[in-house]
């Protein structure tokens, strides 16, 4: 079955690009360590949705989820990591910006508006640290093991909303929170505009295996569309 779901992963990705790795002072794991660790494994389902868009850009170098405009040290284009560690040698000029802007980011947000009214639901699949990071809503705080977000109410009909948080509970066996710590970012809020979306934040916490963590995160979504019906309502 072809779930009738566009899956985002964008905070996936390992790699610096190659005219910029010399300037980047990160160790591989420091570069790991700002990305979503494990999201690529959990969120494998490109042969089960109707569309899977991820990329192999690392989050320390350019984030997917923030608006081009976005210029501050956590912005688009990172001058630190979420962990408050220095990302460049030297700061990166406008040229290098654009470059990377018209490379990598575009297309990804490209390819997160493609049409096709098959897709009910937009899914911004990401994975979270146990405690938050210095840079961060929620600094030293412990966190769920999961949080699914709307926008607070506005990137999704409430009834698939509660219908999804319900199945994730389900499959999870542990409660999720809704709109916290994380109430759906830029990705989740601007492409709203074209389909419904949300966004969804597992853990990093080791109370599953991420392969044990990807099938049950399948369950739920399976068993959300088989719910979920075109009026924004679930049985």
Same mark, same amino acid.
């Given at each position: 079955?072809?779930?009738?779901?566009?899956?985002?992963?964008?905070h996936?990705?390992?790699?610096v690009?190659?005219?910029?790795?010399? &300037?980047?002072?990160?160790?591989?794991?420091?570069?790991?360590?700002?990305?979503? @660790?494990?999201a690529?494994?959990?969120?494998?389902?490109?042969?089960?949705?109707?569309?899977?868009?991820?990329?192999? @850009?690392?989050?320390? @170098?350019?984030?997917?989820?923030?608006?081009?405009?976005?210029? &501050?040290?956590?912005?688009v284009?990172?001058?630190?990591?979420?962990?408050?560690?220095?990302?460049?040698?030297?700061?990166?000029?406008?040229?290098?910006?654009?470059?990377?802007?018209?490379?990598?980011?575009?297309?990804?947000?490209a390819?997160?508006?493609?049409?096709?009214?098959? @897709?009910?639901?937009?899914?911004?699949?990401?994975?979270?640290?146990?405690?938050?990071? $210095?840079?961060? $809503?929620?600094?030293?705080?412990?966190?769920?093991?999961?949080?699914?977000?709307?926008?607070?109410?506005?990137?999704?009909?409430?009834?698939?909303?509660?219908a999804?948080?319900?199945?994730?509970?389900?499959a999870?066996?542990? $409660?999720?929170?809704?709109?916290?710590?994380?109430s759906?970012?830029?990705?989740?809020?601007?492409?709203?505009?074209?389909?419904?979306?949300?966004?969804?934040?597992?853990?990093?916490?080791?109370?599953? $295996?991420?392969?044990?963590?990807?099938?049950?995160?399948?369950d739920?979504?399976?068993?959300?569309?088989?719910?979920?019906?075109?009026d924004?309502?679930a049985?």
């Amino acid at each position: 079955m072809t779930l009738p779901l566009l899956l985002s992963v964008p905070h996936g990705g390992l790699a610096v690009p190659a005219e910029l790795a010399a &300037r980047c002072l990160l160790t591989p794991e420091q570069v790991a360590a700002d990305g979503d @660790v494990g999201a690529a494994a959990i969120y494998a389902l490109g042969d089960r949705v109707a569309h899977h868009v991820a990329t192999d @850009v690392a989050r320390a @170098v350019l984030d997917m989820n923030r608006p081009e405009s976005d210029r &501050r040290r956590d912005g688009v284009v990172k001058t630190h990591t979420c962990w408050d560690e220095p990302v460049w040698s030297a700061p990166l000029d406008e040229a290098d910006v654009e470059r990377l802007l018209a490379a990598h980011h575009r297309p990804y947000h490209a390819r997160l508006a493609v049409r096709d009214d098959a @897709v009910l639901l937009g899914v911004d699949g990401h994975t979270m640290a146990e405690r938050g990071p $210095p840079v961060g $809503p929620d600094p030293g705080r412990t966190r769920p093991a999961a949080c699914l977000s709307d926008g607070g109410g506005t990137t999704c009909p409430p009834g698939w909303f509660a219908a999804l948080a319900e199945e994730l509970e389900r499959a999870l066996e542990r $409660p999720v929170a809704r709109n916290d710590p994380f109430s759906g970012g830029w990705i989740t809020r601007s492409h709203a505009a074209e389909r419904p979306w949300v966004q969804l934040e597992l853990s990093r916490a080791p109370y599953l $295996p991420e392969e044990e963590k990807r099938a049950r995160v399948l369950d739920a979504l399976t068993a959300w569309c088989r719910r979920a019906r075109p009026d924004g309502t679930a049985s």
